[in-house]
């Protein structure tokens, strides 16, 4: 399985967080709750913003 991971940053708390590009389920902020990562059946719709690539494959 080929894809990113990403360092989200939470538009609301700024907390940082790992997202894998393809995920496929929603993710949460850990701190606040906020989505961070929407599903679509291929790369997610990142809602917050990318601050680095953490790992390319």
């Known amino acids: 399985m080929a894809?990113?991971?990403y360092r989200v940053q939470c538009p609301?708390?700024?907390n940082e967080q790992v997202v894998?590009?393809?995920a496929?389920?929603?993710v949460a902020c850990a701190v606040c709750g906020?989505?961070?990562a929407r599903p679509t059946g291929g790369k997610a719709d990142l809602e917050?913003?990318?601050v680095e690539t953490v790992e390319a494959r």
Do not use: H, P, Q, R
Request: net charge negative; with cysteine.
């Open 48 to 50: 917050g913003e990318v």
């Open 3 to 5: 894809g990113n991971f």
């Open 34 to 36: 906020t989505t961070l």
């Open 24 to 26: 496929s389920a929603t």
């Open 20 to 22: 894998f590009e393809k």
């Open 12 to 14: 609301d708390c700024e």
